[in-house]
């Protein structure tokens, strides 16, 4: 038995250091990520307010992984491909993008946020902007509509559309626009002044904000719509 006891002792030394070796991506970051928020259309939460305790995603350099929600384990398999990567999860294929310590899997209709082990959680958005948000320095908020120029000619935007007329910009990059009582939805992107707005069919209007007050190519058509800021003066 005296000379089994050391054998036994190098055996689960050996066992002990076996086991997948995590998958590192381009910038060094190791594949361990812990859940964190989970998006659904519009809305944001924690990760934990849907799946409470622990959330956590694992990719291991042969292909293979574990995904855990409430602390239940599940493997999975994944592969890059053209447009990141591609996970297995369940059976189900959902395709997953990084960037910066920070993996985004699309899962069952639904986009779920991983941070990996040192990199720090990005703020969760908050719900849509309040309509009191009255900083013309920001460009979130709620806008009404004056006018609307087009053909050498500017009229009262809200006569020519007949009804209510504004564009809100919320804090989570999505937005709507009302013509004569009509919403559609869209993402935006500001950059300095510069206003881009994207609607659900991918059809850019490109505009300027600045001291509350919007101006707005529609749809690259020419024609200039101008909203100001609730609270701000046109």
Not at 67 to 79: L, Q, R, V
Request: charge should be negative.
């Amino acid at each position: 038995m005296k000379k089994l006891f050391p054998l036994l002792i190098i055996i689960i030394l050996l066992l002990s250091g076996c086991g997948e070796d995590l998958y590192i991506f381009d910038d060094a970051t190791q594949a361990d990520f812990s859940g964190h928020m989970v998006q659904l259309e519009e809305e944001y939460a924690p990760l934990t307010d849907i799946y409470p305790g622990k959330n956590y995603l694992k990719l291991y350099d042969d292909g293979t992984g574990v995904i855990a929600f409430s602390g239940e384990e599940d493997e999975i398999t994944w592969n890059k491909v053209e447009s990141g990567y591609n996970l297995t999860v369940q059976g189900s294929s959902c395709d997953a993008t990084y960037h910066d310590g920070l993996l985004v899997l699309e899962l069952e209709g639904a986009y779920v946020t991983y941070v990996a082990k040192g990199v720090p959680s990005p703020e969760i958005p908050t719900q849509p902007a309040e309509a009191h948000d009255l900083d013309p320095t920001t460009a979130y908020g709620l806008y009404h509509g004056l006018s609307i120029y087009q053909l050498d000619t500017a009229v009262d935007i809200e006569d020519f559309y007949r009804g209510e007329c504004y564009i809100r910009l919320n804090t989570d990059g999505m937005g709507e626009l009302c013509l004569g009582g009509t919403m559609s939805e869209f993402a935006w992107e500001v950059n300095g002044q510069d206003l881009v707005l994207t609607d659900m069919n991918g059809i850019s209007s490109y505009g300027i904000v600045a001291d509350g007050i919007l101006v707005l190519d529609y749809m690259e058509t020419g024609t200039q719509l101008a909203f100001a800021k609730e609270g701000c003066a046109p």
